[in-house]
């Protein structure tokens, strides 16, 4: 049976494993540059995100998670930014993502935001599939753009 909950700081040891999981599927396997210790300043201290859990009650394991953070539209007023929706490749096509999903969206929707918002990498078609199967708008019109701290460290 897999229990639905919001993830606590014991979890950020698995939360990491799970972050890690979904870098390699995203072909960025040395990206995540963060620590299980940052995501508990960051989430349980800092209050800079929430997450979802899903966990397997017979393992304890963690089997999904979804992350995300309020974030602020000069045209819709305050947003929900849905940062990462994994689900364990084993564990897939049992729902798991849909549950996780529609609990931020209630999220979202109980806070009145004017929009929820995620990217997805275009080659990403069980993704793409998944979002469109929510009624979700995929614009190709917008990029993504991105400094890494490296990149912001010329600013300095």
């Known amino acids: 049976m897999i229990i639905y909950r919001k993830a606590t700081a014991q979890d950020m040891d698995q939360v ?3 972050i890690i999981e979904l870098a390699v599927y995203e072909r960025e396997p040395d990206a995540v ?4 210790a940052d995501l508990i300043q960051h989430g349980f201290v800092d209050e800079k995100f929430e997450c979802f859990v899903a966990e397997d009650s017979e393992t304890s394991n963690l089997v999904g998670m979804a992350l ?25 096509g049992r729902n798991i993502g849909d549950e996780l999903f529609k609990r ?3 999220v979202a929707a109980e806070r009145g935001v ?5 990217s997805v990498l275009e080659w990403n078609e069980p993704a793409l599939n998944f979002y469109k199967k929510h ?13 890494t701290r490296k990149d912001l460290e010329r600013y300095l």
């Open 16 to 18: 990491y494993g799970l």
């Open 33 to 36: 540059t963060i620590t299980p």
């Open 68 to 92: 995300f953070y309020p974030r602020y539209s000069t045209w819709k007023g305050p947003t929900l930014h849905l940062e990462d929706l994994y689900i364990k490749k084993e564990m897939r």
């Open 104 to 106: 931020v969206a209630k």
């Open 114 to 118: 004017g929009r929820m918002e995620w």
């Open 135 to 147: 009624d979700a708008n995929l614009d190709p019109e917008w990029h993504q753009g991105t400094l």
